[in-house]
């Protein structure tokens, strides 16, 4: 298994501003992941973190509004630029280890972020 | 497009086995998961089984998985307060891309 930990556990921010979401994980993993977790929604991958390059982002999501980054294999961090209410949400790190042969994502605790 | 279903919400007495039901619209998935959340913590892997298998049992966990009518099932045997919580069935296409149903809300009641 992999233990993950983001920073903040929560924070409530005014519209305009940016927050930094941190994920650390215990140990080296191939693939980071973020996620959001918009309340009664599923769960929606934002983007892949890469190491050492530009992140890879799914369709509706752009890196001027979330930067990615990766600096190495155990570290990552998401930014929620200019935000909106409607950025609101649960940001979900995600982690899949090296050799693991199930192919399983784990996942961080989660910050709570509610825009005003 | 892949879509992944489930009930929102499920009561259960204390006991008594759960069932949470999820419905699938793509069949070239390679895994299948179930995961756990509970009120302020982050998706916990239950259990998952792959494609080709019909069942997997696990302590009080047992998955079905009915490929022909693309439906997964989790069966939780005596369910205890402490299985309250979110169920999320998520389905794995390809190395990375992972598709999550919106959560089955279990309530235990006493």
């Known amino acids: 298994s992999a233990v993950i930990s983001q920073k903040p556990s929560r924070d409530i921010c005014q519209r305009g501003t940016s927050l930094t979401i941190q994920c650390q994980v215990d140990s080296q993993v191939t693939m980071m992941f973020w996620y959001r977790q918009q309340p009664g929604q599923s769960l929606t991958l934002i983007a892949t973190?890469?190491?050492?390059?530009?992140?890879?982002?799914e369709s509706g999501f752009v890196i001027d509004k979330f930067p990615i980054s990766r600096p190495n294999l155990t570290f990552s961090t998401l930014t929620v630029s200019n935000m909106s209410p409607e950025d609101s949400s649960i940001y979900l790190c995600s982690v899949q280890k090296l050799a693991e042969s199930t192919d399983t994502q784990y996942f961080g605790p989660g910050t709570r972020l509610t825009v005003l | 497009g892949e879509d992944v279903e489930q009930s929102l919400f499920l009561s259960v007495r204390e006991g008594d086995s759960s069932v949470i039901n999820c419905t699938y619209t793509d069949s070239s998935s390679t895994y299948l998961y179930w995961y756990k959340q509970e009120p302020g913590a982050g998706l916990q892997l239950l259990t998952y089984i792959f494609s080709n298998m019909d069942m997997k049992q696990d302590q009080r966990l047992t998955v079905l998985l009915n490929k022909k009518d693309k439906h997964l099932s989790l069966r939780i045997a005596d369910t205890q307060t402490g299985d309250s919580a979110i169920y999320f069935c998520a389905e794995r296409f390809g190395d990375d891309k992972i598709i999550f149903g919106k959560g089955t809300r279990l309530h235990i009641l006493p």
């Open positions: 973190a890469n190491q050492g390059s530009e992140a890879t982002y």
